[in-house]
């Protein structure tokens, strides 16, 4: 029994050197920031095969940060099959929480006030409120997915951004992307930003000859 437990906290350790880079602040925020500003620039899905490439492109240089800071570092990581399986399962749900909301943006911007359901209506009235609260729902998802804490924080600096932005942004009742892309843009910059503090942290405290 304390072989196990110790086992668990070596692989707590491990994951949390892991992420201690940073990159996973950067990239993600990135993202978001590059969100924001393409809503804040032309709120317009013609250009939807950038939403599919974009992540895709993303993860291959995460990989190869990856390679270049972190492992000549702490080494590679290689997870346990049940975590390996938890990780699958909980990420099935991440993706399916980030399709609904992309959906529902969709939907929520499309059509007239005089065409358009009491649902989408609703959702077009508190869009910042559901899409803040969906936004920190996913960062404690993937929290519990990657076992990096910090995450969290993430999640609250979501609520706080999408809260102040339906209270002081004048928003319309049909969704602009002002209103959506200021948030998205705020969030990124603001993960960016810690994910640069954690990587000078990282750097200094983790030689490569170690």
Do not use: C
């Not at 072989?3 to 949390?16: F, M």
């Not at 602040?25 to 620039?41: H, K, P, S, T, V």
């Not at 013609?46 to 995460?62: E, M």
């Amino acid at each position: 029994m304390s072989d196990e437990i110790d086992l668990e906290k070596i692989e707590q350790r491990a994951v949390a050197a892991y992420y201690e880079d940073g990159l996973l602040d950067i990239f993600e925020g990135g993202y978001l920031l590059f969100m924001g500003l393409r809503a804040l620039n032309d709120f317009a899905y013609r250009h939807i095969l950038i939403w599919i490439i974009l992540p895709s492109l993303g993860i291959l240089l995460y990989n190869e940060a990856k390679k270049l800071v972190t492992y000549p570092r702490v080494g590679y990581i290689k997870f346990t099959k049940e975590r390996r399986a938890r990780i699958a399962r909980d990420s099935i749900i991440v993706m399916f929480v980030a399709a609904f909301v992309t959906l529902t943006g969709l939907f929520t911007g499309m059509g007239t006030p005089e065409s358009a359901p009491w649902g989408v209506l609703l959702l077009n009235k508190y869009n910042l409120l559901f899409q803040g609260g969906v936004l920190a729902s996913i960062f404690l998802l993937l929290s519990r997915v990657m076992g990096v804490t910090r995450l969290r924080l993430y999640s609250i600096i979501s609520l706080i951004v999408y809260l102040a932005g339906y209270i002081y942004l004048d928003s319309p009742f049909i969704v602009s992307s002002q209103t959506l892309g200021t948030p998205l843009a705020i969030i990124g910059v603001a993960m960016v930003g810690i994910g640069v503090l954690h990587l000078h942290r990282f750097i200094g405290r983790y030689p490569k000859e170690a």
